[in-house]
């Protein structure tokens, strides 16, 4: 099955990873590199700058922003993730999916070939998965154990519950949890979230990130809305 990121356009300091990643030294990489455990699987992805792949954790065709992490034995397939997004272990970003429709659920069906009952996979289901991306904005928390399934869109800010199953769109900066997730507050104001998306910090350069850090460490979101709005 032919590699789908491959010769998508690659912003500064992102990287490609086709399928096998072999880390250099940390004395000899850039800092800023993306880090992936030697014991993770990073198959047709694009990593920004800053970002970590945690042990036992698998990637296959996710796209991941600027800064954003995903640590121990976790899983994205098929996903769009923001910048500075926080992914516990293990989460689930559009775990596997069966065509419930058909007689056989079972993936003999498509993975026609490991089980050698005929010469090609079903490239058509693979593009039925691929139609269901998961998307992730920026700055979202996903909590540890938590479910995303295919096709949800998480927005801006939010925040999910650990070992949530979110089967809807969540709003930006809304927190949501539960099985299936429901919404439990939003994290702040109307105006100050309009704020927020106004400033959009997290399109900041690493310099402007660094001269601000006291700013994100000291003020709260008001405050921090005012003085850079």
């Known amino acids: 099955m ?6 998508r356009p690659l912003e500064d300091g992102y ?14 990489r ?9 014991d993770a699987q990073v198959h047709d992805s694009i990593l920004g700058p800053w970002t970590r792949v945690g042990a036992r ?29 926080s992914i516990a272990r293990d989460a689930r970003l559009n775990p596997g999916n069966h065509p419930t429709w058909k007689a056989a659920l079972h993936h003999f069906t498509y993975r026609t070939r490991s089980y050698e009952l005929g010469p090609e996979d079903d ?3 693979f593009e039925w998965r691929r139609s269901h991306t998961v998307t992730l904005g920026h700055d979202v928390w996903i909590g ?20 949530a199953v979110v089967s809807k769109d969540v ?5 949501v949890g539960g099985v299936p997730s429901k919404p439990i507050r939003e994290r702040f104001p109307k105006a100050v979230q309009d704020g927020l998306l106004a400033v959009s910090w997290w399109d900041w350069s690493h310099e402007r990130l660094a001269d601000a850090i006291d700013d994100f460490r000291d003020l709260d979101a008001d405050a921090f809305v005012e003085k850079y709005a």
């Open 123 to 125: 490239h058509d289901f």
């Open 57 to 85: 954790t698998s990637f296959s065709e996710v796209s991941m922003g600027a800064y954003s992490y995903i640590v121990n034995d976790a899983s994205a397939n098929y996903a769009e993730i923001g910048k500075f997004c």
């Open 2 to 7: 032919r590699l789908r990121l491959a010769d």
């Open 15 to 28: 990287l490609y990873f086709d399928r096998y990643v072999q880390q250099e030294p940390a004395e000899a």
């Open 171 to 175: 709003p930006p900066f809304t927190i």
């Open 144 to 163: 540890h154990g938590a479910t995303v399934l295919p096709g949800v869109s998480i927005g801006t800010g939010s925040v999910v519950g650990a070992g």
């Open 30 to 38: 850039d800092s800023a590199a993306p880090v992936v455990h030697k």
